[in-house]
């Protein structure tokens, strides 16, 4: 079951187009993702797919028959959607959340039971673990598959995720990834993937449309797009500008800044706030030293030791065994001076600094042409 773009056109009043003639087809089976800078349309174009926005012209065909002519609540029943806030109801538990979309079509309860367990064994969650939890007892990646599974709840032919995973640290973002691409394989859904993170979309896409501007820039494959980027734009968006030669430095372990990390504050309960060195970044580490959060100013009042406060929700962290163009495409994106490093097991080892992460690579430069 495809879905088809056809020349669609969403104006909000008083505002430049969100979508500009958008034209784009997505094969059946295919994970297509959608990427493109903050505000390009990504998501009002997958919000337009189950009917959640009306375009202001254009026609949008999900398996060959124009959306407007379903009703568009069936067509949101039967049209999986994830979005990065999960969109779990607090006060359910993880079954009942599950079967939501089952319980208003009116499956039996037998049938909605096995079908909970079927999803939760997908991505190896225990049933008598879990089923009965509320979500606020679960970590936020075990939030986010459930988040997944709902969308997948009744076998829907197409899937719409909007940034399923942004909020993750990078370890949990990996992991579900690989997830959802073993379950892709088995499972062969049309998948609609916005994603902000270009690694993540070469992952997982099929094929990769790059949005400019509410406009279709280009589309194809991850490699079409590494072997002929159309334009700079679209270059310096898949990292080719990161593509250095091998340099002599492989890692970022062997460039980090280390050093004891001073202890800024400490809680029994909450951990410690430390500074590597003198870079510009303070990091939360619990008792076991794994990193819970950072912050570019340091956090005056204990009590204010909140996730909220640090890291804004999406904790950006580099691993030592991480190339330095990778570390530099991560500070680049993520507009920041500097970011924590950490290991295998999460722990923080080190700091980059953008300053750091340019000069391991110009070292390695200057090194291979002399
Ligand atoms: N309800 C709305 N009313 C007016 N303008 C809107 C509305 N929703 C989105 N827009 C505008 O439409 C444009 C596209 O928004 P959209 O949410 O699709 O972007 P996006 O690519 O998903 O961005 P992000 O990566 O930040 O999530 C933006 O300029 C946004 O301000
Ligand atoms: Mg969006």
């Known amino acids: 079951m495809g879905v088809k773009f056809e020349n669609v056109t969403k104006m909000y009043v008083g505002n430049r187009p969100a979508v500009k003639d958008l034209s784009l087809e997505v094969q059946s089976g295919e994970l297509l993702v959608l990427i493109g800078p903050s505000g390009c349309g990504k998501t009002t174009s997958l919000r337009m797919i189950n009917r959640l926005e009306e375009p202001t012209s254009g026609t949008i065909y999900v398996d060959g028959r124009d959306v407007r002519s379903h009703n568009p609540i069936e067509l949101r029943r039967s049209i999986g959607y994830a979005i990065q806030q999960t969109g779990l109801l607090p006060h359910m538990t993880i079954e009942q959340n599950i079967e939501l979309v089952p319980r208003l079509l009116k499956w039996d309860k037998r049938r909605r039971h096995e079908r909970t367990r ?119 968006f898949i990292g080719r500008l990161f593509a250095f030669p091998r340099t002599s430095v492989d890692t970022v372990r062997q460039f980090m800044q280390t050093g004891m990390p001073q202890i800024h504050q400490e809680s029994p309960e909450r951990g410690r706030i430390v500074q590597i060195e003198n870079a510009p970044l303070w990091c939360w580490v619990d008792s076991e030293g794994v990193l819970k959060g950072t912050s570019f100013e340091l956090p005056m009042d204990k009590d204010q030791w909140n996730a909220a406060r640090w890291t804004d929700g999406d904790l950006v962290a580099v691993k030592e065994t991480d190339s330095p163009g990778e570390a530099l495409k991560r500070l680049v994106n993520g507009d920041t001076e500097a970011l924590p490093v950490i290991d295998e097991g999460h722990r923080l080892v080190g700091v980059v600094t953008h300053r750091s992460a340019i000069k391991a690579l110009s070292s390695g430069v200057e090194e291979r042409s002399a």
């Not at 969308?151 to 990834?177: H, K, T």
């Not at 049309?190 to 270009?198: G, P, R, S, Y």
């Not at 501007?213 to 797009?225: C, F, N, S, V, Y």
């Open 118 to 236: 079927e999803l939760l064994a997908l991505v190896d969650m225990d049933y008598e673990t879990f089923a009965s939890r509320y979500p606020r007892q679960l970590s936020g990646g075990q939030q986010q598959r459930i988040g997944v599974l709902r969308a997948l709840a009744i076998d829907p032919p197409v899937i719409l995720m909007d940034e399923p995973f942004g909020a993750l640290d990078p370890i949990s973002r990996e992991v579900l990834q690989t997830e959802l691409k073993r379950l892709q394989s088995k499972l062969h859904k049309t998948v609609v993937f916005v994603t902000h993170d270009i690694d993540e979309a070469m992952r997982l896409g099929d094929r990769i449309a790059i949005l400019r501007d509410g406009q279709l820039h280009q589309i194809g494959t991850p490699d079409e797009l590494l072997n002929s980027p159309k334009d700079e734009f679209v270059a310096k």
